[in-house]
């Protein structure tokens, strides 16, 4: 028995697990970072290219499936993580928001092309959220045993709000997209 169901489903996990790696590199690299980039109109042009990547990722996995050929949104989620990779520190912590979109996207996809090559029912979604939530969580208790960071409630809130959005919205798009082509 394979791990993976398919080719894509091990890419969409591999790339996930990428974005875990970056968002939870942010907890050691901080400070160095932070100097090179205290310049506020350099990190509110990151920021506002984070937002319209997030922003295309949502739509663009909302209104088309992935396949193992057609990668674009995959490339346009890991762009968004890497610029906010280095707003992370700069900026307000709320650019957990940003990431921790990307990878509950990564994981709804990957959870959801299991669900299409296997014959037991399960909400890609609903685990999608949680596992997000679970990594979301974990960071911010490792944050407390690591030196110039924060445990924070409210970045736990923050996470897991990403994930709900983020997926909530590519359902909501999925479903508006159906109804549109019904004749």
Not at 118 to 128: G, I, N, T
Not at 130 to 147: A, H, N, S, Y
Request: proline residues 3%.
């Amino acid at each position: 028995m394979t791990l993976f169901t398919s080719k894509l489903e091990k890419l969409l996990w591999l790339l996930a697990i990428l974005v875990f790696v970056v968002i939870f590199s942010t907890l050691f690299i901080g400070s160095p970072l932070l100097n090179l980039l205290s310049n506020q109109n350099i990190q509110a042009a990151i920021f506002l290219m984070g937002m319209i990547l997030i922003s295309a990722l949502i739509l663009y996995h909302g209104l088309k499936p992935t396949t193992i050929n057609n990668m674009t949104g995959v490339y346009i989620g890991l762009v968004a993580v890497y610029l906010m990779l280095f707003l992370r520190l700069g900026l307000s912590e709320r650019t957990h928001l940003m990431e921790y979109s990307v990878l509950s996207i990564f994981i709804y996809q990957a959870l959801s092309e299991r669900l299409k090559n296997s014959d037991k029912p399960f909400k890609p979604a609903l685990f999608a959220i949680l596992i997000t939530c679970l990594i979301g969580t974990l960071d911010e208790i490792i944050q407390f045993f690591v030196p110039e960071r924060v445990f924070d409630l409210n970045d736990i809130f923050f996470n897991c709000f990403a994930a709900l959005s983020s997926i909530g919205m590519i359902l909501f798009l999925k479903w508006v997209h159906k109804k549109i082509k019904k004749p």
